[in-house]
């Protein structure tokens, strides 16, 4: 195979997987949706007055024409790799009861989405991530996450007072609160 233009080499470069590792980011940064189908089961009631209700059974590849897709975000680099880091990675799965039946609404392998989605109330539900697309996953974040570096303050903590007013701030409390105080504060409660 004949290299192209781009990809002949240069005496004294460096021909290492590094050397070609922004290629490879770039490529994954734009990712293609992976359209997919949501299969529900319905759940019989656990009594005569309950309610039956229904259980997320499994997400399988499906067609371009099927609405709901996966899609890879850079920003939620960080949910993708808690979501991989896992015993048992997963897809989570926003859904909702619409005439009596269960609709999916939107899906995502973010550990961080799904629990935003949670917080607001939404039902989520997850299967097990399939291996194949977990070492794919995996691939995206080995490429994207960068974990936070904390910085270490350097000197005195900021505060919002001038020294002046904090030692003054500290005397009032003194002088109010010391047990030879003559009278408690107002609105304190006193036992006595």
């Known amino acids: 195979m004949m290299p192209t233009p781009e990809h002949r080499a240069e005496p004294g470069a460096d021909h290492s997987l590094q050397a ?43 067609d371009a024409q099927d609405p709901l897709q996966i899609r890879l975000f850079r920003d939620e680099a960080q949910g993708y790799y808690l979501n991989v880091t896992t015993p048992e990675p997963s897809i989570f799965v926003l859904w909702r009861e619409q005439d009596g039946l269960a609709k999916a609404i939107d899906l995502t392998l973010s550990y961080d989405e799904a629990g935003r989605w949670l ?37 005195a903590k900021p505060s919002f007072m001038r020294a002046e007013e904090f030692e003054a701030m500290v005397q009032r409390e003194k002088e109010t609160f010391s047990p030879n105080a003559s009278q408690p504060p107002t609105g304190k409660r006193h036992d006595g």
């Open 20 to 62: 070609r590792e922004p290629d490879r980011r770039q490529a994954l940064s734009e990712v293609e949706p992976i359209p997919v189908r949501v299969q529900f089961e319905a759940v019989p009631p656990a009594n005569a007055w309950g309610q039956g209700g229904w259980k997320l059974v499994s997400v399988e590849p499906g």
């Open 119 to 155: 917080d607001g109330g939404e039902a989520v539900d997850r299967v097990p991530m399939p291996e194949e697309m977990c070492a794919w996953l995996t691939e995206y974040v080995q490429l994207h996450y960068q974990p936070e570096t904390r910085r270490k303050r350097r000197g």
